[in-house]
């Protein structure tokens, strides 16, 4: 079967997004989009790419909905996301969290009696950040999903064993997420589903996005196939039910593109002393790692270079960075007759999801791809920090100390001519200054943090940079500089 790449970005909205993507770059995109689902047998597939405040600049579909039928994908199809239902359930519970419902030092029995008897007293953040000592449950927690409550409940009475105690290591745990929805049911007085839709897609304007398989309109699910044999086979459909918490949410492109530009929004975050919205301090939480990083290859089809990213669970996300777009957060969704990911860029405004009708199909490298296609075109550049107070008064003193080669020009922090003195300190500048000629204007100011940040300079013959850190006291001291120079190409 020949897959057609169809873009749909521009029949979201009557209006032309802030961002666009130039076109060459979306069809590359969309390209790679339908060749990866042609080599892994995937019937069909939806795609987007997000930008900060502009939702969704670009989509596309490919593919069939339904191999019975000859259904094509379109904008509307509903996927299920699987796993990346975590980072739904994840944000409800830290809701609670924030609003003193629930605490994450918290024993789970403290809120969900029936674990009480368990050999380990397990917290509410083992759970969240998959280190509760649970086996890894990816295959038997999938076909969990529709567990009554009354069978749950006998589940967490009778105990399960435990494959090393609380604390070591990441063990990824679909029944760890099923406890937390009935944390949030115990502690809201409200289902999970219904915890959820009420604060994540109702807000968001998520009317399309559901856990329940009986309200999806007919003839809008992509149902679910597995490649066997030569041939796709149909996966039976699951109803929801205990372990939705971990993997029951079905949505569309469009839908899903709210959530993505949702969590993009907390970035960045507001200056150090300014007020924010607690619901954006929130959703950054998300990317509080827990447990010992676990290293893996950035997945790819293009020829990009190698990559080894530094992954961390932290709530419903895994959080690691990639060296091309520094942090990010990702997490796939893999399932009986689905497969998808979705990956943000949080310091660069940028997010893509693909979501995929074919068991377990892990569409990760061309996700992966599509983000580093837009940062190397220069179109995702970190977010330019707010320039705090004291960041600013030294520009002046900066200058002073690069054209007199006298550091005392600045106030200093008492370890830094312990560190290296007044002598050599001028040594070093006028050792810069002799590369780079005559530097007349003050300093542009970069920062990196409050307290820390780069003081640049157009010289004769280049640039001078100098690397602030500054002390933690009350006035602005300076505990380490750094000079370079880079020459006028």
């Not at 038997?140 to 967490?156: C, H, I, S, V």
């Not at 405004?349 to 990760?364: D, H, I, K």
């Not at 330019?384 to 003193?397: C, T, Y």
């Amino acid at each position: 079967m020949m897959l057609r790449a169809l873009p749909f970005a521009l029949l979201l909205s009557t209006t032309a997004a802030a961002t666009e993507l130039p076109p060459e770059l979306t069809a590359r995109i969309d390209a790679s989009m339908a060749e990866w689902a042609k080599a892994n047998h995937v019937p069909g597939l939806t795609w987007g790419i997000v930008h900060r405040g502009d939702g969704l600049v670009h989509g596309g579909v490919a593919g069939i909905a339904d191999v019975a039928t000859g259904r094509a994908v379109a904008r509307d199809t509903r996927f299920r996301i699987a796993s990346m239902t975590k980072a739904f359930t994840a944000l409800t519970l830290f809701d609670l969290v924030a609003e003193g419902k629930v605490r994450l030092d918290d024993p789970v029995s403290k809120y969900v009696p029936e674990v009480t008897n368990w050999p380990y007293p397990i917290t509410v953040a083992d759970l969240v950040h998959h280190r509760a000592g649970l086996v890894t449950d990816d295959p038997w927690g999938d076909r969990q999903t529709p567990l009554p409550e009354a069978d749950f409940t006998a589940l967490l009475q009778a105990g399960v064993p435990f494959t090393r105690a609380p604390g070591l290591v990441h063990e990824y745990s679909n029944l760890g997420y099923a406890l937390i929805g009935r944390i949030i049911k115990n502690v809201s007085g409200q289902a999970f589903e219904a915890e959820i839709a009420r604060r994540r897609f109702q807000p968001l304007g998520m009317a399309a996005t559901t856990f329940n398989l009986a309200t999806v309109p007919a003839g809008t699910l992509a149902s679910g196939w597995r490649w066997e044999d030569g041939a796709w086979k149909r996966e039976p459909d699951m109803a929801p039910g205990t372990f939705g918490a971990m993997g029951g949410v079905i949505t569309t492109g469009p839908d899903y593109a709210k959530w993505i530009d949702h969590l993009l929004s907390a970035w960045p975050a507001a200056a150090p002393g300014t007020a924010e919205p607690q619901a954006r301090v929130t959703v950054r939480r998300l990317i509080d790692g827990g447990g010992s990083p676990r290293r893996m290859m950035r997945p790819t089809m293009a020829a990009s270079s190698p990559c080894t990213v530094a992954i961390v669970y932290g709530a419903g996300l895994r959080v690691g960075d990639d060296c091309t777009l520094g942090r990010i957060a990702t997490h796939g969704g893999g399932y009986p007759g689905y497969g998808s990911i979705m990956l943000i860029a949080p310091d660069r405004g940028w997010g893509v999801f693909v979501l995929t009708n074919r068991t377990y199909a892990g569409p990760s490298a061309p996700a992966w791809d599509a983000l580093i296609a837009i940062a190397e075109a220069g179109l995702a550049p970190k977010d330019v920090l707010p320039l705090s107070p004291q960041l600013a008064g030294l520009a002046a003193p900066m200058h002073a100390v690069l054209t007199s080669g006298d550091v005392t020009k600045a106030g200093l922090a008492v370890n830094f001519l312990m560190d290296r003195d007044a002598a050599h300190r001028r040594a070093d500048i006028a050792e810069v200054l002799a590369k780079a000629g005559r530097c007349p204007k003050q300093p542009g100011v970069a920062a990196d943090g409050a307290l820390e940040g780069d003081f640049w300079w157009k010289c004769e013959k280049g640039m001078v940079a100098a690397h602030v850190l500054l002390a933690p006291t009350p006035t602005p001291q300076i505990q380490a500089l750094d000079w370079r120079f880079e020459a006028k190409k």
